[in-house]
């Protein structure tokens, strides 16, 4: 076993916060426990992320539950699916995703791996499908294609697509690599994978054509590249370009998402230093790094690498940087921060 072990029991919470000044609105305990094993020493025991429609809030803790509150903090139902073993203890992190009235849970681990769609209002289970899968990290996407959503999973053994309405297998396809991360990115009825641990792998995927098992189908999978790849980090697609970063470093390509052609990179970014775990961000012709040592660059959305600011905040950045309106919060070690014009 690898990572931190536990050594105490911990409560799992959900805050809520104003975003005018950062006061804590509400906070509520959703759980109690001693987990049952370690998680990475990069990450914490609530790694997943939650999601919102803006009538709830969903606050997932992976083997601690998933749980439904209305925004003034009121509990509305809890969902327990057991406990996941993890490969080599390193700590749990998918995310739910939201799609109208369903929540979708992806459960990769060491034991039976399964997906499961929730009814968002009471928590009643909809479908479950068992997947033939190890260890994954990467949180699905749900992309509307002629009409059908489908809910679309990054993992080991195969990138898979599921019917929204029934968990029907609509696609598959091999070619990532082992402990998979990255979340899938899609637009314009394409899907982007990526994969880039003991080996490289991006694959773009036209929904069009992708029906049964298409590793290997041209038609489908439109092109591929096999260096540069993220470990942890998820891709940017931004308009006609794709961001990726290389490994868990400060090393940034851009790519046509159309050809596959780099437009730049591998283009190391000067200031960032040590580990990079969050996700590239973009908004307003910008495209934003953080990284583990407190270094957020800001750099030109365009076809050349242009760094138009470098800022150092007081932490260490591993989750991604959310946009909200004209404001950019940060989620570091120490401290979160709202970043804003005056």
């Not at 803006?54 to 925004?71: K, P, Q, T």
């Not at 390193?90 to 929730?118: C, K, M, R």
């Not at 002629?146 to 679309?152: D, E, S, T, W, Y």
């Not at 600011?309 to 120490?334: C, H, M, W």
Request: glycine fraction near 10%.
């Amino acid at each position: 076993m690898r990572g931190v072990q536990p050594t105490k029991i911990y409560h799992f919470d959900i805050l809520a916060l104003n975003r005018g000044d950062g006061g804590i609105v509400w906070q509520r305990t959703a759980h109690e426990a001693f987990p049952h094993e370690g998680t990475h020493n990069e990450g914490s025991w609530a790694s997943n992320s939650l999601v919102t429609d803006g009538e709830s809030v969903y606050a997932y803790f992976g083997s601690r539950g998933l749980y439904s509150y209305d925004m003034q903090g009121n509990s509305k139902w809890e969902k327990d699916f057991g406990n996941m073993t993890i490969k080599l203890g390193f700590g749990e992190g998918s995310s739910p995703v939201l799609y109208g009235e369903t929540i979708i849970v992806n459960w990769d681990h060491e034991g039976q791996s399964f997906i499961i769609a929730l009814d968002k209002k009471t928590g009643q289970e909809r479908w479950k499908v068992n997947r033939d899968e190890p260890t994954s990290w990467s949180t699905p996407i749900v992309v509307e294609h002629n009409g059908r959503p489908q809910v679309i999973t990054s993992a080991t053994n195969a990138t898979r697509s599921y019917n929204l309405a029934t968990g029907e297998l609509i696609w598959e396809c091999g070619g990532m690599t082992m402990n998979t991360i990255p979340s899938p990115v899609s637009a314009e009825g394409m899907v982007y994978v990526t994969s880039g641990f003991r080996g490289n792998a991006l694959q773009a995927i036209h929904l069009a054509s992708a029906f049964g098992d298409i590793s290997g189908n041209e038609k489908a999978v439109v092109w591929e590249y096999d260096r540069d790849t993220p470990y942890t980090p998820s891709p940017l697609l931004y308009g006609d370009k794709l961001y990726f970063l290389k490994r868990n470093d400060s090393i940034l390509s851009c790519f046509n998402v159309s050809t596959g052609q780099a437009y730049y990179g591998p283009q190391r970014m000067e200031g960032i230093e040590g580990n990079v775990f969050a996700s590239p961000v973009g908004a307003a012709n910008r495209v934003y790094l953080s990284g583990g040592n407190g270094t957020t660059l800001v750099i030109k959305h365009g076809p050349q690498f242009e760094v138009i600011a470098q800022n150092v905040l007081d932490s260490s950045f591993t989750a991604s940087p959310a946009i909200v309106d004209k404001e950019i919060y940060l989620r570091g070690d120490k401290y979160l921060y709202c970043i804003a014009a005056n």
